[in-house]
């Protein structure tokens, strides 16, 4: 993966802090995204659409409308984490990006 640019930082800073996410998770799950620039994002992208693809979609994966999966697989494709933090958080998602970052990244940032 390139390095990311200044524009995903700032996406990044302006994710909204979910409120379904447990407060005492919240700052964790924002530094293992931000520490992992990116990887986060593309690894759960990259899983939604492998589910639904199986039959088996992700719940919200599922909720959102043929636009909205489009503009994600094309953020996939294209390997921009930006546009996935952007759709994720639009779409009142961002809880999800916290709650993968912290159950399957948390262990790699050396943070258990």
Known sequence: ????????????????????VPTDRLQEGYDILYRHGGRIEVDLIRKAEEGNARGE??????????????KLHKALTGGDPAKILKVMQRNGYAGVLYHHAWEHFREKSGVA
């Open 57 to 70: 979609p992700y719940h919200w994966y599922e909720a959102l409308d043929d636009e909205q999966r489009a």
């Open 1 to 20: 993966m390139q390095p990311l640019s200044y524009y995903y930082y700032n996406v990044l800073e302006s994710l909204e802090k979910p409120c379904d």
